[in-house]
């Protein structure tokens, strides 16, 4: 198990403490040589087929296309890829862990990061060429040279300012002056992490540029107020009126006195103090799954035949879009609360280890397991069933 003086290959044998204390969320890192072992899931004409299908989520940016910045979006047909241009254009499909178990290995290597802010990968193959254009991203990203070469340009977020081009569809910033302190070419292997809101431009140096964009999950200030107030708006006890306690001062009858303010500011300071509710938000939204539509939530029959399954000696795997994260209750620090694809469970504490060897292997079986050794084991392992964080490893026949 790593420690925080633990070397981490995917960062080129950089300690994880080095990495948090010098750059995580501080400055871009350049990492030569941090893809190791890692053989290609997806060539270009793979990649480009999996744009075809309707349900995957995929873009082609054409920089000189019928407009500065053409985007499509897809699904494509073989059509579309036969009247693109030879050089400057880039394809992107967003989620491919989800369609592509392969690509759930790279994932993995960034474990020494928290998994439950791990997004996902989006892939991008680009021509000579290709750029989606100067921009920056609200949230961590390691940019994974997988094959091909690209040129990279970086600026800290005080040396730009975000105003994009008009008229496109694309956030491309209108003013990109490149600082040559922060410029990268990056071969395959190689890594760039760059924290939030840091822009970039990158640019592909041949016709082989694959790269593999490791992101994270950010949710504003804003949003975690607005799960709170809906989680709130639940419970609202309309007898609960503003009713500041009288403060008799020589004013003027049309006056709002500054202790109303302050009643008013800790009545809601007060509503909003409830860890618990604010664990739940986190909990949920980070570990909600990409796409809710592709989501099978098993019936009870189903999860009691899964079970059995188990029990009869069946293999499971942890699937790539299996979003799973846990947290100490605040209001009972005897239980836990386990998190899996958008909904929850309380269970007992004493399980903890269990769930993070669940977290930290993708295949495993149940047949050395002591169903009887906690009441909670049978409820966690449906609960975690029915939500298909664990699937059965169904062997092809052929």
């Not at 873009?59 to 579309?80: N, Y």
Request: net charge negative; glycine share 6%; hydrophobic share 35%.
């Amino acid at each position: 198990m790593s420690t925080l003086d633990s070397p981490i290959s995917i960062l080129g044998g950089m300690t994880i403490r080095t990495f948090m204390e010098e750059y995580w969320q501080q400055k871009p890192l350049v990492i030569r040589g941090g893809l190791v072992n890692f053989p290609l899931p997806l060539e270009a004409d793979e990649l480009a087929g999996l744009s075809m299908e309707e349900e995957v989520e995929s873009r082609i940016v054409i920089e000189h296309g019928k407009t500065p910045w053409e985007l499509k979006q897809g699904p494509f047909s073989e059509d579309t890829f036969t009247n693109l241009p030879e050089t400057e254009w880039t394809l992107l499909v967003q989620a491919v862990d989800h369609w592509v178990p392969e690509v759930q290995e790279l994932k993995e290597r960034f474990h020494f990061l928290p998994s439950w802010r791990l997004d996902d990968v989006m892939v991008s193959y680009a021509t000579e060429g290709g750029s989606v254009g100067p921009h920056f991203d609200q949230y961590d990203v390691f940019l994974v040279q997988v094959a091909g070469a690209r040129h990279w340009q970086v600026l800290s977020p005080s040396q730009y300012k975000d105003t994009p081009i008009k008229d496109i569809e694309l956030h491309i910033l209108s003013e990109f002056t490149p600082d040559d302190t922060q410029e990268y070419e990056l071969q395959a292997g190689d890594i760039l992490y760059l924290p939030p809101n840091f822009a970039h431009n990158g640019r592909a140096l041949d016709n082989d540029c694959m790269t593999y964009s490791v992101g994270f999950r950010a949710p504003s200030i804003q949003d975690a107020l607005t799960g709170m107030h809906d989680q709130l708006i639940e419970e609202a006890d309309e007898k609960k009126r503003f009713a500041a306690p009288g403060v008799f001062k020589d004013l003027h009858h049309a006056a709002i006195d500054t202790s109303d303010i302050h009643y008013l500011h800790a009545e809601l300071c007060k509503l909003l103090d409830q860890p618990e509710k604010l664990l739940d938000w986190l909990g949920q939204n980070m570990s909600d799954v990409k796409y809710p539509e592709f989501q099978k939530i098993l019936s009870e029959e189903e999860t009691n035949q899964t079970l059995n399954q188990a029990k009869n000696g069946a293999s499971f795997f942890r699937p790539g879009d299996a979003r799973i994260c846990y947290a100490e209750s605040f209001t009972d620090s005897q239980k836990i609360k386990l998190f899996c694809n958008g909904d929850h469970l309380l269970i007992d504490k004493s399980l903890e280890s269990f769930i993070q060897a669940l977290c930290d292997q993708v295949e495993f079986d149940f047949t050395e397991l002591d169903f009887n050794q906690h009441p909670d084991i049978e409820p966690m392992l449906k609960f975690l069933f029915q939500a298909q964080g664990l699937v059965e490893l169904i062997e092809n026949e052929d």
